[in-house]
């Protein structure tokens, strides 16, 4: 191989701290041309192979050569930079007093010249009408593909993009592939993607390197590893069963509605999220919920979830009271289990695994109460229903996007709540862990007095459970 086609290369890369050591000496490299797909179930090392590849890591042994290289990242969690997540806190972008400082997206893009090629590439996301918007009211959904202009203006020679596809709807996702499939044929860029699915393997992709347990295996072709069934099984096998799960107290609710919302209107100034909107669920429903990215589905299950303020100035009926009518916030929420993809950023504790899902008996952003050894036990009871036991006392702040999610979703389980709000529940899930929390969730809904808000953009991943939908349009 030819020293000048080579963009970059890992050489029996051994990092120096043992945590994050891979089982063998690292070796990949990177030839003009190639588009990568780094595939391997959660917690296989994906992202850790992607910043040694932008030498984040001090090393032991071995070297990165990146000859000339400019290597840029994007992350689900890159979105805590652009939040500023640190100085806010979960419910602060429904307190309009609150936000009138917080930074526009015209404020971050800046007054940058662009080319009329990248123009171009920008327009797919129509992203031109989000300039005037704050930036802590986008979406989580809006915020990647923020995230994703931002980082293009620079051009980079290698941009790698983790997960790219998770909390876009189904049209930004075919923009998003199309997208990048310009940015290839420029010739000036190559991507390298980070999947948890070979189902999302797009066709620019020219080579693929598995990974498992922390091991690199035999990189391949695109089609090579597709046509490799054997190899597909291995790194996503099935999971044949269900650990027990833990015993459920009698307590079923006696409430007939659990939620009733009556001529809904959200505005916080000039602009408008919610109008004249009507939505009643009784109780042991399965509701869908969906609509396009910027529709209003994080703001009105903040309603749901007792977030908003904006409720008191609404008809609302959460488990047959009206908001207002003297509950308290906490009255509601240890009545709602929930996770969401604006919850997973907020989420941001250095604290063990099995302290984050016994959070979730106090509806905490981090564990501040003593729990009692009978809710340790459920809390550990429901980390082995969700198949990471093993993660209990890792920070949950070392652990990938994947693992993240399963120890939130444990979170939302542990009070058997008589609500579970599921927002992309599986966002970030490997094929494998797809298939397990679903069964989890229909298991948990076939319980009497159990009602269920879904929001998905993957349709294909719908409990069978679910028997209604609502859908929101954006608000013109």
């Not at 020679?157 to 596809?165: A, K, M, R, S």
């Not at 991507?191 to 070979?198: G, T």
């Not at 509701?287 to 910027?294: P, R, V």
Request: charged share 25%.
């Amino acid at each position: 191989m030819e020293k000048q086609n080579i963009v970059a290369e890992l050489c029996e890369v051994i990092p120096r701290l043992p945590e994050l050591k891979f089982k063998h000496p690292i070796n990949w490299t990177i030839c003009k041309g190639e588009h990568w797909a780094v595939v391997g179930p959660n917690g296989a090392g994906k992202t850790l192979l992607a910043d040694f590849l932008q030498q984040k890591h001090a090393l032991k042994s071995g070297r990165v050569e990146l000859p000339g290289t400019t290597v840029r990242s994007i992350a689900f969690k890159d979105i805590y930079s652009l939040t500023d997540v640190r100085n806010s806190y979960y419910q602060q972008r429904w307190h309009s007093t609150e936000t009138e400082e917080s930074m526009l997206v015209s404020d971050l893009l800046g007054d940058i010249r662009l080319s009329v090629e990248i123009k171009r590439l920008l327009s797919y996301f129509q992203f031109e009408e989000q300039l005037s918007k704050r930036l802590i009211f986008l979406s989580s959904g809006e915020l990647r593909k923020l995230l994703i202009i931002r980082t293009l203006i620079t051009m980079p020679d290698i941009l790698i993009l983790d997960n790219p596809f998770i909390g876009l709807d189904e049209d930004s996702r075919v923009v998003l592939v199309q997208l990048l499939k310009d940015i290839a044929s420029l010739g000036q860029t190559q991507v390298i993607l980070l999947l948890s699915s070979a189902k999302d393997i797009p066709d620019f992709i020219t080579d693929i390197q598995p990974l498992k347990d922390r091991i690199c295996l035999s990189p391949s072709t695109r089609d090579d590893f597709l046509n490799n069934r054997p190899l597909i099984s291995e790194l996503f096998p099935e999971i044949k069963e269900l650990p027990l799960f833990p015993v459920f107290e009698d307590s079923l609710s006696s409430h007939e509605v659990t939620l009733r919302m009556e001529n809904i209107l959200i505005r916080y100034g000039e602009r408008t999220i919610l109008q004249d909107l009507n939505w009643e669920v009784k109780n042991n429903e399965k509701w869908s919920l969906s609509g396009a990215n910027g529709a209003g589905k994080s703001t009105l299950l903040s309603l749901v979830c007792a977030d908003n303020p904006q409720s008191y100035a609404n008809t609302f009926y959460l488990f047959d009271k009206k908001r207002g009518s003297g509950e308290s916030i906490w009255d509601i929420k240890r009545r709602i289990g929930y996770v969401s993809p604006e919850m997973h950023l907020y989420y941001n504790e250095n604290v063990a695994a099995l302290q984050v899902v016994a959070s979730g008996f106090f509806d905490s952003i981090g564990l501040f109460r003593k729990c009692t050894e009978d809710q340790l036990h459920v809390a550990t009871q429901w980390l082995n229903v969700f198949g990471v036991t093993y993660l209990k006392d890792r920070s949950f702040l070392t652990l990938s996007s994947g693992e993240q999610r399963l120890i939130l979703l444990a979170r939302a389980f542990v009070k058997t709540p008589d609500l579970l709000v599921l927002d992309e529940p599986l966002h970030g899930l490997d094929s494998a862990n797809k298939k397990r929390v679903a069964r989890i969730i229909e298991y948990f809904c076939s319980l009497p007095g159990k009602t269920l808000i879904y929001v998905t953009h993957y349709p294909e991943e719908l409990p069978a459970c679910v028997n209604k939908h609502f859908v929101l349009k954006k608000h013109q």
